[in-house]
């Protein structure tokens, strides 16, 4: 499956984006899905799992409460709502697909495909 993510962009401290994560090549209803980040110097870390059928998702600390992962299976899309964002969470955005079974991974190898990443700047 090929990911395209969008949606990033610059915002003030406070505001919120919605980036997407549009899948084709197959259709990705089977797959759980990840997003990750990278800020500048640091490595990239886990932000957030959801399940294939959408019933089921897991949040890193750092967001939980203020991001918010979806899907459209119909649109062969996931979505990041992000919320009263921080100048912390600047940083490169990936979506990933794992094609794995019940537990939402959140390590980046179980993962077997990604999007190309997609910039977010909060500024203060």
């Known amino acids: 499956v090929q990911l395209q993510a969008s949606g990033g962009g610059l915002v003030q401290v406070g505001g919120s984006l919605r980036l997407s994560c549009a899948a084709s090549?197959?259709?990705?209803?089977?797959?759980?899905m990840g997003w990750f980040r990278q800020a500048p110097g640091k490595e990239r870390e886990f932000v957030a799992a959801?399940?294939?059928?959408?019933?089921?998702?897991y949040y890193a600390d750092s967001v939980k409460g203020r991001f918010t992962i979806s899907r459209d299976n119909a649109k062969n899309t996931v979505y990041l709502q992000m919320n009263s964002l921080k100048p912390e969470d600047t940083a490169v955005y990936y979506c990933?697909?794992?094609?794995?079974?019940?537990?939402?991974?959140?390590?980046?190898?179980?993962?077997?495909?990604w999007g190309q990443g997609t910039q977010v700047t909060v500024s203060s």
């Open positions: 090549g197959r259709t990705f209803s089977s797959d759980n």
């Open positions: 990933a697909a794992d094609r794995g079974g019940y537990y939402l991974p959140t390590a980046e190898y179980k993962y077997d495909n």
């Open positions: 959801l399940s294939s059928s959408g019933g089921r998702t």
